[in-house]
């Protein structure tokens, strides 16, 4: 039987994971600090400190010194209480990371493949499991392990069909079947994630985004897309498909063609995409391989800036972001220089005129944000003590 909201038992459990929420958030803490944080009384604070350490969730991990009288114990998250696998997929390979629930690393494992590309069948699935699961041996963990996974591609799933849209240079992720066939070589519910959304997930927690609500994420890489955060929350659009600008028309820019259905849209033959990708940065700078070099070229900074504000202004007119965050390899390229003459380049249009910067996050962002969203997941499970386990 369910139980009743403002019963003893749902008290408890919502007691229980505020508690659980600010170990996550501060660390080791004794038990006087939880009592302060959340306001419970000291003998309710030792009731549910016992509780927890019963069930596994929390341990003791030494004492605090320095003060008056006995040391008080530090209660910390137990890391074995759960674990999640992140995993970052581009056309030539996959990344796997486990994390415990505390979000430590584990495990890390990339697989190069070209076969990525490749429309054979299971043979994803197949790769995405050889990723994790070396992932996992790393770790000393099995599949048995994980509660929650999540894997960031490009493209979108279409809520409606289940298929991966937006990603024509990832043949082998198309199947209809694909999420069903990855829950049953990794043995644990799999989420599909869009890239870019996941590196706004990042910048939204430890990033550039941190207290804002509203936001923007350009991401400028080998493809561009978006994502748009509003009140907080990301939009998807009805396909999943909303801030996929890469395929946006611009003046000077031919059209991103390929019929109604996205699955089989040109890869980068049009749009805004053509005109800021890595290899338009490339083929500006007369053929230069490395993005450093290309954007050390006043010249290709100011084309690109102008391009890509043309691109961002549409965005910014509709959506009236409050921030833009530019990321992805050509943005850390062009870094504060591209940011100044991307700022330049809006000054003076009719619109909106919200605050630019280029992200600072370490390490990929996609696989960042996989992991934070695998983690919150996990969470809301691991950590829900109103259901005896």
Request: aromatic share 2%; hydrophobic share 40%.
């Given at each position: 039987?369910?139980?009743?909201?403002g019963?003893?038992?749902?008290?408890?459990?919502?007691?229980?994971?505020?508690?659980?929420?600010?170990?996550v958030?501060?660390?080791?803490?004794?038990?006087?600090?939880?009592?302060?944080?959340?306001?419970?009384?000291?003998?309710?604070?030792?009731?549910?400190?016992?509780?927890?350490?019963?069930?596994?969730?929390?341990?003791?991990?030494?004492s605090?010194?320095?003060?008056?009288?006995?040391n008080?114990?530090?209660?910390?998250?137990?890391?074995?209480?759960?674990?999640?696998?992140?995993?970052?997929?581009?056309?030539?390979?996959?990344?796997?990371?486990?994390?415990?629930?505390?979000?430590?690393?584990?495990g890390?494992?990339?697989?190069?493949?070209?076969?990525?590309?490749?429309?054979?069948?299971?043979?994803?699935?197949?790769?995405?499991?050889?990723?994790?699961d070396?992932?996992?041996?790393?770790?000393?963990?099995?599949?048995?392990?994980?509660?929650?996974?999540?894997?960031?591609?490009?493209?979108?799933?279409?809520?409606?069909?289940?298929?991966?849209?937006y990603?024509?240079?990832?043949?082998?992720?198309?199947?209809?079947?694909?999420?069903?066939?990855?829950?049953?070589?990794?043995?644990?519910?799999?989420?599909?994630?869009?890239?870019?959304?996941?590196?706004?997930?990042?910048?939204?927690y430890?990033?550039?985004?941190?207290?804002?609500d509203?936001f923007?994420?350009?991401?400028?890489?080998?493809g561009?897309?978006?994502?748009?955060?509003?009140?907080?929350?990301?939009?998807?659009?009805?396909?999943?498909?909303?801030?996929?600008?890469?395929?946006?028309?611009?003046?000077?820019?031919?059209?991103?063609?390929?019929?109604?259905?996205a699955?089989?849209?040109?890869?980068?033959?049009?749009?805004?995409?053509?005109?800021?990708a890595?290899?338009?940065?490339?083929?500006?700078?007369?053929g230069?391989?490395?993005?450093?070099?290309?954007?050390?070229?006043?010249?290709?900074?100011?084309?690109?800036?102008?391009?890509?504000?043309?691109?961002?202004?549409?965005?910014?007119?509709?959506?009236?972001?409050?921030?833009?965050?530019?990321?992805?390899?050509?943005?850390?390229?062009?870094?504060?220089?591209?940011?100044?003459?991307?700022?330049?380049?809006?000054?003076?249009?009719?619109?909106?005129?919200?605050?630019?910067?280029?992200?600072?996050?370490?390490?990929?962002?996609?696989?960042?944000?996989?992991?934070?969203t695998?983690?919150?997941?996990?969470?809301?499970?691991?950590?829900?003590?109103?259901?005896?386990?």
């Amino acid at each position: 039987m369910a139980a009743t909201p403002g019963t003893p038992s749902v008290l408890r459990a919502m007691n229980d994971r505020a508690a659980l929420d600010l170990l996550v958030a501060h660390g080791p803490l004794t038990r006087t600090r939880i009592g302060e944080l959340t306001g419970l009384s000291k003998p309710t604070t030792s009731q549910l400190l016992g509780r927890l350490e019963t069930a596994g969730l929390v341990r003791t991990t030494g004492s605090q010194s320095g003060r008056p009288g006995p040391n008080a114990l530090l209660y910390e998250i137990d890391p074995g209480a759960g674990h999640v696998a992140a995993l970052s997929a581009d056309p030539t390979g996959i990344t796997a990371v486990v994390a415990d629930i505390t979000g430590a690393e584990r495990g890390r494992r990339r697989i190069e493949a070209e076969a990525v590309r490749e429309d054979v069948r299971h043979r994803t699935a197949q790769l995405v499991a050889e990723a994790t699961d070396g992932a996992l041996r790393q770790a000393g963990l099995g599949h048995g392990d994980l509660t929650a996974t999540v894997i960031g591609t490009p493209g979108a799933i279409d809520p409606h069909t289940g298929q991966l849209r937006y990603a024509p240079h990832l043949p082998g992720w198309h199947s209809r079947t694909l999420r069903d066939d990855l829950a049953k070589v990794l043995g644990t519910p799999v989420s599909i994630e869009n890239d870019v959304n996941l590196a706004a997930i990042a910048e939204q927690y430890e990033g550039a985004a941190q207290d804002h609500d509203d936001f923007v994420l350009a991401y400028v890489d080998e493809g561009v897309g978006a994502a748009i955060v509003l009140g907080g929350t990301l939009l998807r659009g009805a396909t999943g498909g909303a801030g996929e600008i890469g395929y946006m028309p611009l003046p000077g820019a031919p059209l991103a063609r390929g019929g109604s259905d996205a699955v089989a849209c040109s890869d980068g033959g049009g749009g805004l995409q053509s005109l800021v990708a890595a290899a338009a940065v490339r083929e500006l700078a007369g053929g230069v391989k490395d993005l450093g070099e290309a954007m050390s070229d006043d010249r290709v900074v100011d084309e690109v800036a102008q391009r890509l504000a043309t691109g961002l202004a549409a965005v910014v007119a509709v959506v009236d972001p409050e921030l833009v965050v530019l990321s992805g390899q050509v943005a850390r390229a062009g870094g504060d220089t591209l940011r100044d003459r991307v700022e330049e380049h809006l000054t003076g249009l009719a619109l909106p005129r919200p605050q630019l910067r280029i992200s600072d996050l370490p390490g990929d962002p996609i696989l960042t944000g996989a992991l934070r969203t695998a983690l919150t997941q996990a969470r809301a499970t691991v950590f829900d003590t109103s259901t005896p386990a």
